[in-house]
Nanobody
Framework: VQLVESGGGLVQPGGSLRLSCAAS????????MSWYRQAPGKERELVAR????????KYADSVKGRFTISRDNAKNTVNLQMNSLKPEDTAVYYC?????????WGQGTQVTVSS
């Protein structure tokens, strides 16, 4: 299983970023996918989750209405569209897959929201 994130960077408050995760090594369409984040000195937290076919999503309260998770099962990718970014969204963002009861993580991509 391999998960490779991209799309992080530095953005001003109120701006937008789109993160992508390219997955390989497993039957992507058979598993739900998630995005987590970890800020300095804090525990890793769930940001958003999407079901296998994309029909069901779940968000942390702190990002509801601002972030949108989506997936493309033909391309084996899962995306996180982040709008109205706030300084408190600054963190390393990780793509996650739970495959055969094992957690797999990407290397993470840094998102920094600052003026």
């Amino acid at each position: 299983v391999q998960l490779v994130e991209s799309g992080g960077g530095l953005v001003q408050p109120g701006g937008s970023l789109r993160l992508s995760c390219a997955a390989s090594g497993f039957t992507f369409s058979s598993y739900g996918m998630s995005w987590y984040r970890q800020a300095p000195g804090k525990e890793r937290e769930l940001v958003a989750r999407i079901s296998r076919a994309g029909g069901s999503t779940k968000y942390a309260d702190s990002v509801k209405g601002r972030f949108t998770i989506s997936r493309d099962n033909a391309k084996n990718t899962v995306n996180l569209q982040m709008n109205s970014l706030k300084p408190e969204d600054t963190a390393v963002y990780y793509c996650n897959a739970l495959v055969y009861s094992l957690n797999y993580w990407g290397q993470g991509t840094q998102v920094t929201v600052s003026s």
